[in-house]
């Protein structure tokens, strides 16, 4: 999330260019409309390969595209991006309608005047934007990560600055699973969990599984269960699968831990990387300094995967590294990933890339 400073001054008014994001990890800015070649792959003549393959899904309306790739399912599904694009509007908004200030009250009403039950605009909205990613992918596995928004972020949804604190640095703030059984958010998570049980039971779309972000302790994660078995959402039943983000170092040092808790574990190598540095990625000031690729972040990646398997609980990796960096990916091929989910645009060639692996790994190259 490099920003191009200066570009709206440099760059003449009018003037093409041409801007790269497939270089690396500076995206690059080029004079003139450059020629390019575009390369077609057909789904039949790709390697099939042990390590399943799994794809990150931003939006329902990405979903319907990217379906069509030949992936074994999706392995992250952020739903703060669904609320963004669909809900808009802060879940506790809508829970505490009667308390808003009449501004806030007209602009939640402006977009919920077909719903006298607020909660149910939410509910049914969210339900819509998921399932039809869940659909689209029948009967694949669907990964939805309950959301992860900052509360800078939260704050940006309709009605969200009522509600949220201001934080210095809310990367390290109350995000993730802290929120889901606070008393000042727990009933906005409870519309969450109401809106996959719907996906779930009303769609009968059964593929779709969840995972709980940034969970700093096994006893918060065993908050967090019995928060979703109140609203009806039970770990075991009707085939529910729960998953935790493995992002945080303590996530890893207490694997056993978490692997009484959760069915598995998706390594979350953005924030494992900042946390496991000690540095905020969202700081321009030590931003260089961010790499996946470092020693640390390899050897808490491999550490997971020999305790995640000793209880016999899957390890996938839903983090940027293996979409960027090829290397990354084949570490944790050699180290014995269940699976690797990718941005779509990186899918072809990380396939390739892993069938290679998996190929010399058989030969004992």
Same mark, same amino acid.
């Given at each position: 999330?490099?920003?191009?400073?200066?570009?709206?001054?440099?760059?003449?008014?009018?003037? &093409?260019?041409?801007?790269?994001?497939?270089?690396?990890?500076?995206?690059?800015?080029?004079?003139? @409309?450059?020629?390019?070649?575009?390369?077609?792959?057909?789904?039949?003549?790709?390697?099939?390969?042990?390590?399943?393959?799994?794809? +990150?899904?931003?939006?329902?309306?990405?979903?319907?595209?990217?379906?069509?790739?030949?992936?074994?399912?999706?392995?992250?599904?952020?739903?703060?991006?669904?609320?963004?694009?669909?809900?808009?509007?802060?879940?506790?908004?809508?829970?505490?309608?009667?308390?808003?200030?009449?501004?806030?009250?007209?602009?939640?009403?402006?977009?919920?005047?077909?719903?006298?039950?607020?909660?149910?605009?939410?509910?049914?909205?969210?339900?819509?934007?998921?399932?039809?990613? @869940?659909?689209?992918?029948?009967?694949?596995?669907?990964?939805?990560?309950?959301?992860?928004?900052?509360?800078?972020?939260? @704050?940006?949804?309709?009605?969200?600055?009522?509600?949220?604190? #201001? &934080?210095?640095?809310?990367?390290?703030?109350?995000?993730?699973?802290?929120?889901?059984?606070?008393?000042?958010? #727990?009933?906005?998570?409870?519309?969450?969990?109401?809106?996959? #049980?719907?996906?779930?039971?009303?769609?009968?779309?059964? +593929?779709?599984?969840?995972?709980?972000?940034?969970?700093?302790?096994?006893?918060?994660?065993?908050?967090?269960?019995?928060?979703?078995?109140?609203?009806?959402?039970?770990?075991?039943?009707?085939?529910?699968?729960?998953?935790?983000?493995?992002?945080?170092?303590?996530?890893?040092?207490?694997?056993?831990?978490?692997?009484?808790?959760?069915?598995?574990?998706?390594?979350?190598? +953005?924030?494992?990387?900042?946390?496991?540095?000690?540095?905020?990625?969202?700081?321009?000031?030590?931003?260089?300094?961010?790499?996946?690729?470092?020693?640390?972040?390899?050897?808490?990646?491999?550490?997971?995967?020999? #305790?995640?398997?000793?209880?016999?609980?899957?390890?996938?990796?839903?983090?940027? @590294?293996?979409?960027?960096?090829? &290397?990354?990916?084949?570490?944790?091929?050699?180290?014995?990933?269940?699976?690797?989910?990718? +941005?779509?645009?990186?899918?072809?060639?990380?396939?390739?890339?892993?069938?290679?692996?998996?190929?010399?790994?058989?030969?004992?190259?």
């Amino acid at each position: 999330r490099m920003r191009a400073v200066g570009a709206t001054r440099l760059i003449p008014e009018g003037e &093409e260019v041409t801007v790269s994001c497939a270089e690396g990890e500076v995206g690059r800015v080029y004079r003139g @409309a450059l020629a390019f070649e575009v390369e077609e792959v057909r789904p039949e003549t790709l390697p099939r390969t042990r390590t399943r393959i799994l794809v +990150n899904v931003g939006t329902p309306e990405e979903a319907l595209r990217v379906s069509l790739l030949p992936t074994d399912g999706v392995g992250l599904l952020r739903m703060e991006f669904v609320f963004a694009s669909h809900v808009r509007i802060h879940p506790l908004a809508l829970t505490r309608f009667e308390t808003l200030p009449e501004k806030v009250r007209g602009q939640v009403e402006e977009l919920t005047e077909a719903y006298p039950d607020k909660r149910a605009y939410f509910v049914d909205t969210l339900a819509q934007g998921i399932g039809l990613i @869940a659909a689209a992918f029948y009967p694949r596995p669907v990964l939805l990560r309950f959301s992860d928004f900052k509360t800078n972020e939260y @704050a940006r949804l309709v009605g969200g600055h009522l509600f949220e604190p #201001k &934080e210095e640095n809310p990367m390290l703030g109350w995000r993730g699973a802290s929120r889901y059984y606070h008393p000042d958010y #727990k009933e906005g998570f409870l519309l969450e969990v109401a809106a996959v #049980k719907k996906v779930r039971e009303e769609m009968g779309l059964k +593929n779709l599984m969840v995972m709980v972000p940034f969970c700093r302790t096994p006893e918060e994660g065993a908050r967090v269960l019995e928060v979703m078995a109140e609203g009806g959402l039970k770990r075991g039943e009707e085939g529910l699968e729960v998953y935790v983000m493995a992002e945080i170092p303590s996530n890893i040092l207490e694997a056993e831990a978490f692997a009484e808790l959760f069915d598995g574990f998706s390594i979350g190598s +953005n924030d494992l990387t900042q946390l496991a540095l000690g540095l905020d990625r969202d700081s321009e000031r030590v931003a260089w300094l961010f790499d996946e690729r470092r020693e640390t972040v390899k050897l808490l990646s491999a550490m997971l995967i020999e #305790k995640a398997h000793a209880k016999g609980k899957k390890v996938g990796i839903c983090g940027q @590294a293996p979409s960027d960096y090829p &290397e990354f990916a084949a570490f944790l091929v050699a180290k014995g990933i269940d699976s690797l989910s990718l +941005n779509p645009d990186a899918l072809l060639r990380t396939v390739k890339k892993v069938a290679e692996i998996e190929a010399a790994l058989d030969s004992g190259a």
